[in-house]
C-alpha cells in the first residue's frame, strides 16, 4: 500500500490553487474581450461554472471519469458517486485522492468556462447554467476517463496527452463550435466592428492565467521533482514564443504587432503546450509555442470565411491549439521526459502520431456531436438564445439588471431604467466639451 508523501502532497496543494485561479483569470480576459455592454455577463458565466461543475463533479463526474471502467474503456463505474469511498487517507499514487479529485475538478471548472467564450453576448444566463452542467457529465466526465482514466480506451492504445491537450482544449474547442452553430452568430456579426472593449483587462486576465497554467502543467507531474521542473520551464518557453511567433505575424501581415496579439499568442502557446509539456524537451517547447502561435493567429479568422460566430475565438485558439500540440508529440517527444514512446524526429517512427490524430478526431467528434445535441435539447426545452431586443439593449442589463460602468462611461445605469424598478429623478447637466 503507498503512503502519502508530504512533498508530493505540498506541491499539488498548491497547484490546485493555482488551477482553480485560471478560472477567475480567464473570466477576466473574457470580460475585457466582449463590448462594455456584456462584460458582466461573461464574468459571470465563468464563475457560475465553479458551483455547478462543482457539485457534477462531486456527485457522478469524478467517479465517471476516474473509478476503475465500467463499460469497455468508455466511462468509469460508480463505484465513488457522491465521493463515496474516498476516506482523507486513501492514496492516489503519493497524494490524498481527495486532493487528486480537487485538482481534476479544478480542470473540469476552467474547461467548462472556456466553452462560454463562443456564445458571449447572446446566451441566456439560464440555459448556459443547465447545459454546462450536463455537459461537464456527458462530455468532459467521459472524455477525460478515454484518456486518463484507469482503463480508458485512448489510455490503453497509448496516445499521451500530459495535461490536457484532448481533455481539455481540443473537448472545450469542439464544444464552442457547436454551441456557436445552435445559438447563432451575434447581431452585426462580420458587418459591425466587435473589438474588445478593455484591453488592460485582457492582459491582467492572461496574466493570472498564465501564472495558473504552471500548476496546470507542472502540478499533473503529481511530484515536486526534476519534471515538474522541466515541465515548468516549458509552460514558460511555450508561452513567451506563441507570443512572439503571433507578433510576428501581426507585424508582416498588418504592418505592427499588438496588445491584443501579445495576449492571444501567450495563450495558444500555452494551450499547445499542455498536451506536450511532459514530453518534450526545452528546444521542442520552444518549436510547439511558436507553432501554436503562427498558426492560430491565421486560424481565428476561418469563422469569418466559414460564417460560424466563435465570439471569442475558443475554436480558434484552443481547439487549433490543442490539435497543434497533440499532433507535435507524435514529431517532438523524447527519451529525455518520457520513458513512453518517442516521436518521429527522436526515431520512434509514426506509430504515435497516428494515434495521436486517431485521438484528436475521436474527441473532437464526440465533444463536438454531444454538445450539438444537448444544446439542442436546451434550446428546444428553453430557449438558449437571448431575444433580439435584449441583445441590442445589452446582455448585461437583460440578464441582471446591472452594468459594469458608470452611466456616460461605457454604458447605462439599470437604476435609471424603469422597467428595472428605478426612475431618473434629474436630467444631467450637458458637458460642453463633449459637443466641442
Known sequence: MHSIDPAATAWLLASTALVLLMTPGLAIFYGGMVRSTGVLNMIMMSFISIPLVTLAWLLVGYTIAFSDDGVDGLVGNLRHIGMLGIAPDTVHGAVPELLYATF??????????????????????????????????????????????PGGWLAKLGVLDYAGGLVVEIVSGASALALALVVGPRIGFKKEAMRPHNLPFVLLGVGLLWFGWFGFNAGSALAANGTAAAIFLNTLVAGCLGMLGWLSVERVRDGRPTTFGAASGVVAGLVAITPSCGTVNTLGAAAVGVAAGVVCSFAVGAKFRFNYDDSLDVVGVHFVGGVVGVSLIGLLATAVMTSGPRGVLFGGGFGLLGKQALAIVAVAVYAFTASFVLAKVVDRVMGFRLSAEDETTGIDLAQHAETAYAEGVHGHSPLHRPEFGGRRTAEPEADPQLHQ
Open 104 to 149: 481534476q475538478l479544478a480542470f473540469a471548472i476552467v474547461t467548462a468556462a472556456l466553452v462560454s467564450g463562443a456564445i458571449a453576448d447572446r446566451a441566456r444566463f439560464a440555459a448556459w447554467m443547465v447545459f454546462v452542467t450536463v455537459w461537464a457529465v456527458v462530455v468532459y466526465s467521459v472524455v477525460a476517463h478515454w484518456v486518463w482514466g
